[in-house]
């Protein structure tokens, strides 16, 4: 059997360097006269009539909110490519260079990505994935009536695989958002792209289920779909039969790259808690318990006493987490989390992460076969990033970094009081030499003692800014053109 891979739709035929494009052809069948004779007679029974009547029509759904989808094109960092300058490929020396193992003169040419988003405010508020304007050193935007934006990059939550991004617009035609997570398995859904660069490309199917768990993604409980979604859909949406969007088209599971009819959305209540946080703090904050856990089989639930199968087994408690200071043990079944049923141990993370630090949450745990109530406040989880910005001609965010506070151990190795850690980079950064680990200390003499204010410092700063960076165990100030 072949193996599976679970793909990210990052682009529309894959990352570019800039000026090569890739044409895509597919070639499909057409019903030949002889077989078009051979159907069946054009007169429908009353019983394929009724289920006829019963199907769908999407043609609302895609008139009414079909304006609001948006495609979204990213340009981003440097990337290095292969380069035989003035050689014809039927050269001999061509041939050479790429057989011969023969060392090939080494170019720079920007990637180039495509995705898809939606408007979710008049104003110009467009939500997509952040997988789509990861890294980017600009990112348009292309309506239905094919006006261009250029976009700032107001937040990127990696974790939950969110972004939200700003186009400087009025009146714009939006979507209708559902909120509620009422979405039933079985249920029609539709969704709204640009799969491979067709633009406003509508696709249809049910939900095959729901909480659905993959690799590298803890805090979101995937929807999923047979709806037919490729690279280009991602940071679309997906509607119901109300013409809400009840998520945001992000992964899909294939062996080839393209759709086999596994699709994955993030719900769009989790989208909607992490754009508050992005609008209002630039930067999302989580709860944390300080646990380990794993599923309960029917064998562990014969083990500790349970009815059936659920809730979240402790594997282990961090020593100086909440959980601990609570008195969670390793062996303790969480059965439900603030009056929530814990079926499964994947919705523990989603509803913890959701919880305010500092937020009291009542557990109820079964322990030795005794049923227990236990607060527990909530601890904040250590993945906190801050996504400066990082499109060209806007005042903020210009840098074009991912970073986050330094944690007490990183303050005191670089004995410095505050400090930001680079998480991902690229845009002016990338094209400094900043790297991913390097410690931010100060800007033009400035010290930074958070992510916003080197946001600030970057906003106030002229063409040109000098950053004192620690990387390892040296210090050196880079120059960062932001032109």
């Known amino acids: 059997m072949k193996q599976k891979i679970l793909v990210r739709s990052l682009i529309a035929a894959g990352i570019m360097a800039a000026g090569v494009g890739t044409a895509v052809k597919y070639d499909l069948s057409v019903i030949s006269p002889a077989r078009a004779a051979s159907a069946p007679s054009a007169v429908t029974t009353g ?47 061509y041939q050479f260079f790429r057989q011969f193992g023969m060392p090939m003169p080494q170019g720079q040419m920007p990637t180039h990505a495509l995705g898809s988003g939606f408007i979710i405010s008049p104003d110009g508020i467009i939500l997509t994935n952040a997988h789509v304007v990861d890294g980017a050193s600009e990112v348009s935007v292309r309506l239905t009536d094919k006006r261009e934006y250029r976009a700032k990059v107001i937040g990127v939550d990696k974790p939950s695989d969110v972004a939200v991004l700003k186009i400087d617009a009025r009146d714009l035609p939006t979507v209708k958002l559902d909120p509620a997570d009422d979405v039933k398995v079985g249920e029609w859904v539709v969704a709204i792209g640009s799969p491979y660069g067709f633009n406003n490309s509508v696709t249809a199917g049910i939900v095959s289920g729901k909480a659905r768990t993959l690799p590298d993604s803890n805090y979101v409980p995937f929807i999923q779909t047979d709806v037919a979604v490729n690279p280009g859909n991602s940071g679309g949406p997906l509607f119901n039969t109300k013409g809400e969007v009840v998520g945001i088209n992000s992964q899909i ?12 959305a993030i719900p769009i209540d989790v989208v909607l808690h992490v754009k508050d946080q992005l609008l209002q703090h630039g930067s999302v904050t989580r709860g944390r318990l300080g646990v380990a856990i794993q599923d309960v089989n029917q064998d562990l639930a014969d083990s500790f006493g349970l009815k059936q199968p659920a809730g979240a087994l402790v594997s282990s408690v961090d020593k100086d987490g909440a959980a601990a200071k609570a008195g969670l043990q390793p062996g303790d079944v969480i059965l439900r989390y603030n009056q929530k049923d814990i079926t499964s141990s994947a919705q523990l993370p989603v509803l913890v992460a959701e919880t305010a630090p500092g937020t009291t949450a009542k557990l109820e745990v079964m322990r030795n076969g005794e049923m227990r109530d236990i607060d527990v406040t909530v601890g904040a989880s250590g993945n906190t990033k801050v996504a400066a910005a990082d499109v060209a001609g806007h005042d903020h965010g210009r840098l074009g970094v991912v970073v986050r506070p330094l944690n007490p151990d990183e303050r005191r190795q ?17 094209d400094a030499g900043i790297q991913p680990g390097d410690m931010i200390l100060s800007v033009n003499g400035t010290p930074v003692k958070s992510p916003m204010q080197l946001k600030q410092l970057m906003a106030q700063a002229g063409k040109h800014a000098a950053l004192l960076v620690q990387r390892d165990a040296g210090r050196i100030f880079i120059p960062v053109d932001l032109g």
């Open 47 to 93: 019983a394929q009539a009724a289920s006829a009547a019963a199907l769908p029509d999407f043609t609302g759904i895609v008139a009414q909110n079909g304006r609001a989808v948006v495609n979204i094109s990213v340009t981003g960092g440097m990337k290095k490519v292969a380069n035989i300058p003035q050689l014809d490929p039927r050269d001999p020396f």
């Open 253 to 264: 599971y294939s062996s080839s790259g393209g759709y086999q009819g596994l699709s994955f």
């Open 414 to 430: 670089a004995d410095v009081a505050g400090g930001v850690m680079v998480e991902d980079v690229g845009g002016a950064a990338a």
